[in-house]
């Protein structure tokens, strides 16, 4: 099924949707775009290369309260927060930032414990995945060539779309995503000839190129379990590194979270936050020891986490070459080169 | 019901405070919206404290210390003289009105001044009402 | 515009001057990123890497920023830019780094541009100054006739805001703060470890990405670098969503200046503002 609107009349779209449930669609903002739930179906656009923040806090927010509680009450007391979803769509999400969803489902939806949050989430929501614009030119921070992902990679989305002049293309992919299609009856269906655009619109984007490496996973794997304790290499690709956040914070694939409590006047929440490894307190102690006190083992760490640790115990790389980390980087380190290097070395 | 502030004061030991006392003691009478923490110096008060009582509901913050070259310890409220001056600039820049941040140096002997800036103080702020804008709202 | 390759030349010479000579071990400067556009800083250690050094306009990072990183005693080498070389005077007057250990690889230079928007940052967001205060060895003409701006001339906008509407404009902008911490990681000035943020006795602020919080750890954050900041604009570059922090440092900046005539990190002998005091500051300063 094929359907077709256009890019003018998209808030006519994102209305149906939003009266169908909760719309998380980009917005552009002061710095650039980012996923927000909208509120006014005027505020979607879809003029954007890619967001600040990626899509992951759709699922997984910087901030997700579990429970309210009394001080002094027993904890029986305690109110867990219920969320209550209703059916979300989380719209025009580039190809590179739907594979990231399959990564993260590895740790909050398949091994070990399932995060209820995460699932209730995902299960509700319906992905419409949105082709990067081939017509312009690639952001020299991206390499999602290198992890196997295409610029108009339909998989992982429910519905994909594809940008056709000033018209947008529609295209159920699972069986949720037709169903919901057929369901938008205010949009018009698409002419044969939408059909051949879509389906080469796809193959086009196989050569809109990235940055691109050969990258075997077990090689890269080998290769920094080998150069682990070269703490010379380590030392020089983070002499820049500033240990803030930024690439952590803005990752599709990063998932570490602190579970804090904040009290006041005797009431509290306690909730999960997101924490990034390059933090000095993340892997602080409750004795005070710190085993990662210096900036190279923090890189290291994120990098081995990625490339390395990531593939030896799920058997896939935890990076989809978004190029956000590198783009944002207050200094400009680049992920893709360290790890070149790192083959070379 | 009329709104009554809250107000935190944080007063020295050796002269504000203590000056406090004998407002007490002489039966002088002060709006009981005074909060009174003690600390030793008025240079021991960290900043964030005043941010902090603002962000947990004081409707203003008041200080108070020795007059400067008074100080027990020499020259502490010259160093927090300077330091609260740059306070109430961050305060006033971030948008919170100029009113709701007082700095006064009172005598142990002040019984009087002290009272007289507590009743101010209190009526300045029941006219600019309550703080809303730190504040965290639950 | 500065000549860019002039001084990447001088650059270049001088370090291996330094190094070669023995007289640093680590000479810090700019290297190639991953584009033209973005430069990353640098540290030379050895003859071999002097070839990756490189300075263009976009090279806006503070290498200031990592001298307190090197044990005490390091003999260090720096690039730096005027704002730079005021965060060295800075240090220097906090006793974080030795003068004698140091070489200042001056650059006067204008013209820098912000690699995210392409727009110059001259005097907006940087001190306005071209030449270095402090330096050993010069890498380029100095720099004369450019028009003087005031730093703080951006901040009039600000000032004359009506105090809600300023309260408005900051909450908006301090909301949109993810708490990734690039600001303190990117200032010279922020170097404490542990950071107060970071305490969890007392836990100064919430560590969720929320109002109060946030405003907490930005409220004291100006407060911790009143009269320190020395103006380099690294923190608003740094961050991820463009907070203009710079406003309100300038704005401390400049308030401290008119209150104890004093800029920071323009004289080496100078103590910072608020470890200070003189006896005749006037009580006006508190009204």
């Known amino acids: 099924m094929l359907k077709k609107t256009a890019i003018n009349k998209i808030s006519e779209l994102a209305a149906v949707l939003m009266e169908k449930g909760t719309l998380i669609a980009p917005v552009k903002e002061v710095s650039g775009h980012n996923f927000a739930q909208i509120l006014d179906p005027q505020k979607v656009d879809l003029d954007f290369y890619n967001t600040i923040m990626s899509p992951k806090s759709a699922f997984f927010p910087h901030k997700e309260d579990f429970i309210n509680y009394k001080v002094g009450k027993p904890i029986s007391e305690a109110e867990p927060v219920v969320l209550n979803l209703k059916p979300m769509f989380l719209f025009g999400v580039r190809p590179c930032d739907v594979k990231s969803f399959q990564i993260m489902d590895i740790h909050f939806n398949a091994a070990g414990i399932i995060d209820p949050y995460w699932r209730q989430r995902r299960e509700a929501t319906t992905i419409f995945g949105y082709a990067f614009d081939l017509s312009k030119s690639v952001d020299s921070a991206d390499f999602y060539n290198t992890l196997g992902i295409y610029a108009a990679d339909p998989d992982g989305s429910d519905i994909f779309m594809v940008k056709k002049d000033n018209e947008l293309l529609l295209k159920g992919i699972t069986l949720q995503g037709k169903k919901l299609l057929s369901e938008l009856t205010t949009i018009e269906n698409g002419k044969a000839a939408d059909k051949k655009y879509f389906e080469e619109y796809i193959k086009k984007g196989r050569d809109y190129k990235t940055r691109f490496m050969c990258l075997d996973q077990e090689t890269i794997t080998k290769k920094l379990e080998d150069i682990f304790h070269n703490t010379d290499f380590w030392t020089r690709v983070s002499s820049a590194c500033l240990s803030c956040g930024v690439c952590t914070f803005v990752c599709p694939t990063c998932y570490c979270f602190d579970i804090c409590d904040d009290t006041q006047f005797g009431r509290g929440t306690r909730r999960r936050v997101w924490d990034a490894c390059m933090f000095t307190d993340f892997t602080l102690e409750a004795s005070g020891h710190n085993p990662r006190t210096q900036v190279y083992q923090r890189l290291r760490q994120k990098i081995n986490h990625k490339y390395s640790y990531h593939v030896r115990k799920y058997g896939v790389i935890s990076c989809v070459g978004c190029g956000r980390c590198t783009r944002y980087c207050p200094v400009s380190i680049d992920i893709y080169s360290i790890i070149e290097e790192a083959i070379k070395t | ?138 | 515009m500065a000549d860019f390759k002039k001084i990447e030349e001088n650059l270049k010479k001088e370090a291996k001057r330094l190094l070669e000579a023995g007289e640093v071990t680590v000479v810090l400067a700019y290297s190639k990123g991953f584009d033209e556009k973005h430069p990353m800083p640098y540290a030379a250690k050895s003859v071999a890497d002097i070839k990756n050094i490189v300075f263009n306009e976009y090279c806006n990072h503070n290498m200031a920023r990592y001298l307190v990183r090197y044990p005490q005693g390091t003999k260090i080498a720096v690039a730096v830019k005027a704002a730079d070389s005021r965060a060295v005077i800075q240090l220097i007057q906090e006793e974080k780094v030795k003068r004698e250990n140091l070489v200042l690889l001056g650059i006067p230079v204008y013209g820098m541009k912000n690699s995210k928007t392409g727009e110059v940052i001259d005097s907006k967001t940087t001190s306005g100054l071209c030449n270095p205060v402090l330096y050993d060895i010069l890498l380029g003409a100095e720099v004369h006739g450019q028009k003087i701006v005031s730093p703080y001339e951006v901040l009039a906008e600000y000032e004359a805001m009506d105090k809600d509407a300023r309260w408005e404009f900051w909450k908006n902008q301090l909301d949109k703060c993810i708490r990734c911490y690039a600001c303190r990681k990117a200032c010279p000035m922020c170097y404490c470890d542990p950071c107060f943020i970071d305490q969890s006795k007392p836990r100064w602020a919430d560590k969720a990405p929320q109002s109060p919080g946030n405003m907490m750890y930005h409220l004291t954050r100006f407060h911790h670098l009143a009269g320190r900041c020395i103006d380099c604009g690294e923190c608003s570059r740094a961050c991820p969503v463009d907070i203009p922090l710079y406003l309100f440092h300038k704005k401390v900046a400049k308030e401290c200046e008119e209150m104890f005539g004093q800029a920071a990190g323009m004289k080496l002998e100078d103590k910072p503002v608020l470890v200070d005091f003189r006896v005749e500051d006037s009580d006006k300063i508190l009204e």
């Open chain 2, 1 to 138: 019901m009329a709104f009554e502030p809250k107000i935190l004061g944080i007063a020295c030991n050796w002269c504000t405070y203590t000056g406090a006392d004998l407002a007490g003691t002489t039966r002088l009478l002060y709006p009981q919206n005074l909060r009174v923490v003690r600390v030793m110096c008025s240079s021991r008060i960290n900043p964030s404290f005043i941010f902090r009582a603002f962000q947990l509901g004081a409707d203003g913050v008041f200080v108070g210390g020795c007059h400067p070259g008074d100080c027990h310890y020499n020259t502490g409220n010259l160093y927090a003289r300077r330091r609260l001056a740059v306070t109430k600039k961050i305060l006033e820049f971030a948008g919170l009105e100029p009113g709701r941040f007082r700095v006064e140096w009172i005598s142990a002997s002040e019984g009087n001044k002290f009272a007289e800036v507590v009743q101010e103080f209190t009526a300045q702020i029941k006219n600019l009402g309550p703080q809303t804008k730190l504040k965290i709202q639950k």
